[in-house]
Nanobody, 128 residues
């Protein structure tokens, strides 16, 4: 049973930084590792949106326009932890952040239906 556990959320002032982590467990070898991992977020009253994604096989990363240049997605060498470094945070970045993983190649990296596994989320609060 694959599980994703996020951590690193918290409260910061605008302009501050946070690093989110997502640890994946439940598979035993690199051949079973996820092909794509991504971060989504959902603010109260809004739809969930994709923020950043990474192809774990080649390391290519993808970003929503709203976070380009401020957020960086990365993975560890074992490809079981994905990070989201968030810099220059804005109040509009406040949301519950979710980690997602896909076993296969995805067509649209921010399409929720492409992802097989989801974490429970970690809250990010940004005060102005």
């Amino acid at each position: 049973q694959v599980q994703l556990v996020e951590s690193g959320g918290g409260s910061v002032q605008a302009g501050g930084s946070l690093r989110l982590s997502c640890v994946a467990s439940g598979y035993t070898s690199s051949s079973n590792s996820m092909a794509f991992m991504a971060w989504f977020r959902q603010a109260p009253g809004k739809e969930r949106e994709g923020v950043a994604a990474i192809n774990t096989r080649d390391g290519n990363s993808f970003y929503a326009n709203s976070v380009k240049g401020r957020f960086t997605i990365s993975q560890d060498n074992a490809k079981i932890t994905v990070y989201l470094q968030m810099n220059s945070l804005k109040p509009e970045d406040a949301a519950m952040y979710y980690c997602a993983a896909s076993k296969g190649i995805v067509g649209w990296v921010f399409g929720e239906n492409a992802y097989n596994y989801w974490g429970q989320g970690t809250q990010v609060t940004v005060s102005s």
